[in-house]
């Protein structure tokens, strides 16, 4: 993140891959990235959290659906 700050490039994408699994991980790294590049450059075109495991849990932090039991 820093590199793609410093480049100064508009066109530069960013797709962050694994270890993101719960609502609170991906808050986290949405954290890192803001305060690292601007505001307007976090968003669909820019920057990407390619997580499967993380759709379970974004549905059961904003109530759509039930935690499961392990």
């Known amino acids: 993140m820093e590199a793609i700050r410093d480049s100064g490039k508009e066109s530069v994408r ?3 891959m694994g270890a993101i699994r719960t609502a609170r991980d991906a808050a986290g790294h949405l954290k890192i990235a803001t305060e690292l590049v601007r505001q307007e450059r976090i968003d669909r075109n820019h920057y990407r959290l ?3 495991n993380l ?3 974004l549905l059961v932090a904003i109530g ?4 499961e039991e392990n």
Do not use: C, H, P, T
């Open 14 to 16: 960013f797709k962050l």
């Open 55 to 57: 759709l379970g849990s």
């Open 64 to 67: 759509f659906k039930e935690q």
């Open 50 to 52: 390619g997580a499967s």
